[in-house]
Structure formats: C-alpha cells, structure tokens
C-alpha cells in the first residue's frame, strides 16, 4: 500500500501570513492532485500537478510537484479566512486500476481573522 | 445540474441495525466510489464501480455491499452496523481515467454515521 503523509497535521495561523504543507511518499506517483475540504462539505479538487518540478499556481495558492514525483507542497500567501479547511494530496500511479489511488492524511489549516 | 447528492445526511443506528446509503449523480460518469472519513486517515476507499451493473472492492470493503442497477445512482448498504462503521461517508464521481493519468473526482457533500 502506497502511503502519503502530509504535514503538518493541523495548522492554526492568523491572517496575512504564509504557509506551506507538505505530501510526502515514498513511492512514485504520475499525477498528484490536491483538494480542499470546507466543514460539512465533500473534497473539491484544486489543481492537479503531472511532471516532475512542475509549479502551478492559483491566485495566492503555489503547488509544487517534486523533481522525483514523489512528493509536493502547497504554499498559501497572505492566508485569507476563506482558506480555512482541510486540504487533502491524492497520488495516482503508473499503472493498476483505480483502487490505488492513496489520499494523504489531511491538514487541517484554520485562518484566524 | 445537482452534481453528486447523498441521503441521508445524518443518521444513528444501533449495533446490528441495517441501513442503505444513496448516492446520485446527474453528471452521466461511469466511475463511482464510495470512500469513508476517519480523523487523521484521510479518505479510504470502500467499493467502487466502473460502469452500470458492476462493482469492486476497495481498500477496506468488509462490512458493506454496494450495487449500481443504474448508472446514476450507486447504494452502499451495511447489513449488520457495528460501533467501528462510525465515520462520514462519502459518495464521488468521475469519467473513466485513462491509464497512467488522474480524473477529477466530484464529491457529495457527506453523510454523517454513528453506530452505538
């Protein structure tokens, strides 16, 4: 079984700061997509990264591929309020069905006003 | 264009207790899964299904069944609830993956679990 750490586990910060999580594997993955998931609700997918190094960004979001595709971190900028939730990496493999597919652990990022 | 729905939202039951949850999509995917939320080990695959009339099992399928007689919805049933099935389910869909590539999963917004 393919395992994907994330970290930290939880992170409380005050608004107008910076941080960054972190997915972590020991295996190889194709494609890493990252989701965030607001209380109540199911995941809602953010950005998918497919090369090795690739940077992608969505507005004050920053998602990094490692250069050996086995890891990725998402840096947030001047964290809003609104980007309170917990955020979920999901590694995809070379090859085998769906079923192994791994999610991360979670981290659970609360934005103080 | 309701996405992925699930009922119920919320639901207790007592040990041994059967229930059925639904999950509907309007999105005309084949793929369909059914995951359950623990804390701090994030989303783990039930069963999940790669077409009308067919069903696999995933990471951690012992206790629940699952059919999918249409391609909309996908029904995971628990025969014989037990305290250790407390969790959130959830409910997604998606096209078919192509292989070596990802899909994007849509979510439903959840149903909430207790066993006693």
């Known amino acids: 079984t393919q395992l994907l750490e994330q970290s930290p586990q939880f992170l409380s910060i005050q608004e107008g700061e910076n941080l960054t999580v972190y997915c972590n594997s020991s295996s190889v993955f194709s494609s890493l997509q990252w989701y965030r998931q607001e209380p109540g609700e199911g995941p809602v997918l953010l950005v998918t990264v497919v090369t090795g190094g690739e940077v992608k960004k969505l507005k004050r979001l920053t998602f990094q591929f490692g250069d050996a595709r086995k890891d990725s971190s998402l840096h947030i900028t001047a964290a809003q309020p609104g980007d309170t939730g917990l955020y979920l990496c999901?590694?995809?493999?070379?090859?085998?069905?769906?079923?192994?597919?791994?999610f991360g652990t979670g981290t659970k990022l609360q934005v103080i006003p | 264009n309701a996405g992925v729905t699930q009922t119920p939202k919320f639901r207790v039951l007592k040990t041994g207790q059967s229930m059925t949850l639904l999950c509907a999509q309007d999105m005309n995917h084949e793929y369909m899964y059914w995951y359950r939320q623990d804390p701090g080990m994030g989303l783990r695959l039930i069963h999940y299904s790669v077409g009308e009339g067919t069903t696999a099992k995933g990471e951690v399928p012992d206790g629940y069944n699952v059919s999918r007689l249409k391609k909309q919805n996908f029904l995971l049933g628990l025969e014989s609830a037990a305290p250790s099935q407390t969790s959130v389910y959830f409910c997604?869909?998606?096209?078919?993956?192509?292989?070596?590539?990802?899909?994007?999963?849509?979510f439903g917004p959840g149903t909430r679990l207790t066993v006693l």
């Open positions: 999901a590694g995809h493999p070379y090859s085998g069905g769906y079923q192994k597919v791994t």
């Open positions: 997604a869909s998606s096209y078919p993956r192509l292989a070596g590539g990802s899909d994007t999963q849509y």
